[in-house]
């Protein structure tokens, strides 16, 4: 009986143990570049504090926010605000913005033209079909005085918000993840910057069009009402503000990225 007792204190005790080492687990969604990149950094660094981070790696817009909002993650991190509102509204959920880490500069790419004032009358330009992305795109082409918007300052405009488009642009609205893939097809393609890295394309070299540093689309972590300050999740939130992600930021993407910390 004295065996058993003991035998089973001990079991105990190294089970106790052993969920120690593990950490308690973190479930996170990202895009591969940059953000699963930067949650790889930090996993380290969360290890020794007891956060077990398992990152999730998504190469759409739509499932990471279905799943944090079903409960399947605890946290992602790819997305800007106006895009989050988007989902909320869509989809009448109520994820929430943690801390913002990063900045993406979105821009234009073209094979065939070198400058903006070499686009023809009737090209074609493809932009994101997912809400914020959209709208994002169009505000940029209104900025470079190629189309102007109905409303000026309409973050979810589409191409039927479009008032004035002196040379006809025909648009092509498709998935943020599609963009890069069409590039040789159309006369210039409004590419998300994550998508455009993994394309191996430079923004600060190869777009011919580029949100500067003052852009609002900032990158944040986002979560559920239940769980946003939670211990670990604010774990999450110091490693992804701290000097090492914006030492690497600066050092791996050559501006492509901007901290926003």
């Known amino acids: 009986m004295k065996k058993t007792l003991l035998f089973t204190a001990l079991a105990a005790a190294l089970s106790f143990v052993g969920a120690a080492q593990a950490g308690e687990k973190l479930v996170v969604g990202a895009t591969p570049v940059p953000h699963a990149e930067i949650l790889e950094l930090i996993k380290p660094e969360l290890a020794k504090e007891g956060v077990d981070l398992e990152i999730k790696v998504f190469t759409d817009y739509v499932q990471p926010n279905v799943q944090l909002n079903e409960k399947r993650l605890d946290a992602n991190y790819f997305q800007t605000k106006p895009y989050l509102d988007g989902f909320n509204k869509g989809k009448g959920a109520t994820l929430v913005t943690g801390v913002g880490v990063h900045v993406e500069p979105f821009g234009g790419y073209?094979?065939?033209?070198k400058s903006l004032a070499e686009l023809p009358e009737g090209?074609?330009?493809a932009i994101p079909n997912e809400g914020s992305n959209a709208g994002r795109a169009l505000l940029l082409l209104q900025k470079a005085g190629l189309i102007t918007l109905k409303n000026p300052t309409d973050a979810l405009a589409t191409p039927k918000d479009i008032a004035t488009n002196p040379k006809k642009f025909k648009f092509r609205e498709l998935e943020s993840a599609v963009l890069p893939r069409v590039l040789d097809q159309v006369d210039l393609d409004m590419i998300n910057t994550n998508y455009a890295l993994e394309a191996k394309l430079s923004p600060k070299k190869d777009a011919l069009?580029?949100?500067g540093a003052d852009s609002p689309y900032v990158n944040y972590l986002v979560t559920r009402t239940d769980n946003a300050h939670t211990d670990a999740i604010e774990k999450l939130s110091k490693a992804l503000t701290s000097q090492?992600?914006?030492d690497f930021?600066?050092?791996?993407?050559?501006?492509?990225v901007l901290p926003a910390f």
């Open 110 to 113: 073209s094979k065939k033209y």
């Open 123 to 125: 090209a074609t330009i």
């Open 209 to 211: 069009i580029l949100e």
């Open 244 to 246: 090492q992600v914006k």
């Open 249 to 256: 930021i600066n050092k791996k993407y050559d501006g492509a």
